[in-house]
């Protein structure tokens, strides 16, 4: 074949190539639900992430109910299987102690080997990093904790994933301000994105994740963490405003209670489901709303690497269908290699 064809026929086939992946399918099991026990042997995810870990008053590693359980763990057969492990201290966030693990190289050393260790002894595939509250002023260190973490996993042939709020934009306020996203994203295999709670249980009613806000958050990801390793966190769940606050609603509690009180259950501009009752607003996530949120992803920003979700045990079932029918990413053409296009350039 004469070289221009054969460099031609070459440059073609990169851009005509099927897609190189599919999003990546991952969800946050919550131990204490026997609702995620029955969803998650029920369907199948590519990363079970059950929360299994967090910490003790001193900041040492602590199991959560139904930890390491050989029942939950024969259910994520199957999938990568990355423990959530969070600084939640007598069932809060614990910003003190935190900051306190994060204030010194060798605390960070010990916790790092600690949570490494905690790894390669259950032959887990990896680990998800959720720490909250930390303060900003810790996001140096932070960052420090998650390079050492990353290596030692990664030598190891274990993967990374870290849990990050939600943001538009780089900001200085405690939590979101200690998240670095561009060093994270340079360490962690994965950048699950808490992608909810815009109105949460202490504000006002309200979506639970806007259009234009999502849109917003995974258009600055983009600009800072690989797209590959960019995990969309959705929520399955909802909120039930009264004057008193917020109460989480799972997508079945959600109808019954609209059930229960004759309510007829709407959607706002964001397509989420929302309906009143007796001085109540329900906000909360059904397949359809779902659907809207992923087809937002899929439009507008298709190279990211997937979705997570909390929490398994709280959906509308036929979100399950959503995620099947939802297929590969579509391809992002790959960059023509220097070589052939300066070979194609002189023929």
């Known amino acids: 074949m004469p070289l221009l064809r054969f460099l031609g026929a070459a440059v073609l086939a990169l851009f005509v190539a099927p897609p190189a992946f599919a999003y990546r399918i ?24 059950p929360v299994w870990y967090s910490w003790n008053a001193d900041g040492s590693i602590a199991k959560n109910w139904n ?17 959530t492990i ?43 990093v959720d720490y909250e509250r930390i303060p900003a002023a810790s996001r140096v260190n932070f960052t420090a904790l998650i390079q050492i973490l990353g290596a030692k996993l990664h030598g190891a042939g274990k993967k990374l994933s870290v849990t990050v709020y939600a943001k538009t934009s780089d900001v200085t306020w405690n939590g979101a301000g200690a998240e670095d996203w ?5 360490v962690a295999d994965s950048v699950k994105i808490m992608a909810y709670d815009y109105h949460w249980s202490s504000s006002s009613a309200g979506a639970i994740t806007p259009l234009d806000w999502l849109d917003g958050v995974v258009t600055y990801a983009e600009s800072t963490i690989p797209r590959a390793k960019i995990i969309v966190g959705l929520p399955w769940y909802g909120y039930d405003w009264s004057a008193s606050g917020g109460a989480l609603a799972s997508y079945a509690s959600a109808t019954q209670a609209a059930q229960n009180n004759g309510a007829a259950i709407g959607r706002d501009a964001n397509g989420e489901a929302t309906y009143t009752y007796a001085g109540h607003t329900v906000f909360f996530q059904d397949a359809a709303s779902y659907a809207k949120k992923v087809e937002l992803i899929k439009q507008k920003h298709s190279g990211v690497g997937g979705f997570a979700h909390w929490a398994a045990g709280m959906e509308d079932p036929n979100v399950w269908s ?22 194609a350039a002189r023929h």
């Open 26 to 49: 991952s969800a946050w099991i919550p131990p204490w639900d026997q609702g995620a026990l029955a969803s998650i042997q029920s369907h199948n995810v590519d990363e079970s992430n």
């Open 67 to 83: 930890a390491e359980n050989g029942t939950w763990r024969a259910a994520m057969t199957g999938s990568a299987l990355l423990p």
């Open 86 to 128: 969070q600084n939640v201290v007598n069932k809060s966030f614990d910003a003190a102690a935190v900051q306190t693990m994060l204030a010194t190289a060798p605390s960070r050393e010990a916790h790092a080997e600690a949570v490494f260790q905690l790894v390669v002894g259950n032959a887990f595939d990896g680990i998800d």
């Open 182 to 186: 561009a060093a994270l994203g340079g």
């Open 322 to 343: 959503v995620m099947a029918d939802s297929g590969p990413a579509p391809a992002q053409p790959p960059p023509v290699p220097p070589a052939v296009r300066r070979r």
